[in-house]
């Protein structure tokens, strides 16, 4: 069975108030809960994973490593400046699937810069709430096509 750790970064545990106009009404348990079900469907187990703090969302990738076949992250901004968490996403050696609900290179020059995008198996951008759950389904894929293969070289 794959397991899966889904994280959200700062204030993503705000989905469904904050600015719904650009992130929709769904609440961050509301999208848990259809990745659950998800997940379910398919055999796969899946943790979530919120923190408002880079060191925690970094310990919690650390730890990771132990736990989980593969990562589902939104970093919210820190996707754009962390290279902290690039290198904790390096270093952890399972596949991590970077996920934005917005099309975020439409949004303004200083998020067109994903810092994480060349430690991670993939980017998906774009399309609301489902974002996650195609990045569900993109790791749970990768696991069962065998876990823990080599992640593009990082620069």
Do not use: W
């Not at 993503?12 to 929709?24: A, M, Q, T, W």
């Not at 408002?52 to 919690?60: P, Q």
């Not at 810069?113 to 195609?134: D, E, H, K, Q």
């Amino acid at each position: 069975m794959a397991r899966i750790l889904v994280v959200y970064g700062p204030n993503l545990n705000l989905l469904g108030e904050r600015e719904p106009h650009i992130y929709g009404r769904e609440s961050m348990q509301q999208i848990n809960a259809k990745l659950a079900e998800f997940a379910r469907r398919e055999d796969a187990g899946v943790e979530f994973f919120q923190s408002n703090s880079e060191g925690a969302i970094i310990d919690r990738l650390h730890a990771a490593r132990q736990t989980s076949d593969a990562v589902v992250i939104n970093a919210g901004a820190l996707s754009h400046y962390s290279y902290a968490l690039r290198d904790a996403i390096a270093a952890i050696q399972i596949p991590v699937i970077e996920v934005h609900m917005t099309n975020v290179v439409a949004r303004g020059e200083f998020r067109t810069s994903l810092v994480l995008a060349p430690a991670c198996r993939g980017v998906i951008y774009g399309f609301g709430a489902n974002s996650f759950l195609l990045g569900l389904r993109a790791a749970i894929d990768l696991v069962s096509d065998g876990a823990r293969t080599p992640k593009p070289e990082a620069r």
